[in-house]
Nanobody, 126 residues
Framework: QVQLVQSGGGLVQAGGSLELSCAAS????????MGWFRQAPGKEREFVGV????????HYADSVKGRCTISRHDTNDTMYLQINSLKPEDTAVYYCASTRYFEGSEYSSQAHYDYWGQGTQVTVSS
């Protein structure tokens, strides 16, 4: 199993920046990639971005592309999500997740992720 513990989040003014972290433990050798998803009130959970664990290659949703950076620290198996130029529509509960494998663009599908963090609230005030 892989355990994911998130930190960060909170209340931020529009235009500001925020960094979330997700620390993995357990069978981290099985991680192929880790992703971020978010769920706004009354909406379905949506893909934000992903980073492949070996190549560090990233992919982002169009809604955050250019404002968002996902990185990882390989010495402590921690993934980070930095979002700049925050908008009120970025308000959501953010989740990190890990996957053992996906093909092509399957990285955006929640069904391919095995383990999930506890979620952290991000609120952007206008």
């Amino acid at each position: 199993q892989v355990q994911l513990v998130q930190s960060g989040g909170g209340l931020v003014q529009a235009g500001g920046s925020l960094e979330l972290s997700c620390a993995a433990s357990g069978r981290t050798f099985s991680i192929y990639a880790m992703g971020w998803f978010r769920q706004a009130p009354g909406k379905e959970r949506e893909f934000v971005g992903v980073i492949r664990w070996i190549s560090n290659r990233t992919h982002y949703a169009d809604s955050v592309k250019g404002r968002c950076t996902i990185s990882r620290h390989d010495t402590n198996d921690t993934m980070y999500l930095q979002i700049n130029s925050l908008k009120p529509e970025d308000t959501a509960v953010y989740y990190c997740a890990s996957t053992r494998y996906f093909e092509g663009s399957e990285y955006s599908s929640q069904a391919h992720y095995d383990y999930w963090g506890q979620g952290t609230q991000v609120t952007v005030s206008s």
